[in-house]
């Protein structure tokens, strides 16, 4: 059964843009790891400072092994070393998305979710 880890980053207005160049630039790291299935970054549209970042992987594990390998501390590393460790460790105060010079963002949750059920368009 697949899983879905959505990590909520609290970004302030002036990082937004910061924040999303930063994920474009990282680009393909997560692609290849076993079990990945799908990424999206979702901006707020509507009364929120809050950031989405959605990931779907095929089972718990996967994610466990993606989180403990050498890609995701790479990709994480300037988190770590401003105030927080970066998606997936998230709860409280200061855990920013790095990928840069300190984090964007002011805090993150990760939301864990089973897929129970999914649809896709009819060919």
């Known amino acids: 059964m697949s899983v879905v880890k ?9 990082m937004r843009e910061e924040l999303e160049r930063r994920f474009s630039n990282r680009a393909g790291m997560v692609e290849s790891a076993d079990g990945f299935e799908w990424f999206e970054l979702l901006r707020p549209v509507e ?3 809050r950031y989405f970042v959605y990931t779907r992987w095929r089972s718990e594990d996967d994610f466990q092994k993606w989180q403990q390998s050498m890609a995701f ?4 590393a300037q988190a770590a070393e401003g105030q927080g460790h970066g998606h997936g460790q998230g709860q409280g105060q200061g855990h920013g998305h ?26």
Not at 6 to 14: M, S
Not at 73 to 76: F, I, K, L, P, S
Not at 98 to 123: C, M, R
Request: glycine share 12%; charged share 20%.
């Open 6 to 14: 959505i990590n909520v980053l609290t970004v302030p207005a002036e």
């Open 47 to 49: 009364g929120t400072d």
């Open 73 to 76: 501390q790479r990709g994480h």
């Open 98 to 123: 790095g990928h840069g010079q300190g984090p964007a963002a002011t805090d993150s949750e990760l939301w864990s979710f089973e897929v129970v059920e999914n649809a896709s368009p009819k060919s």
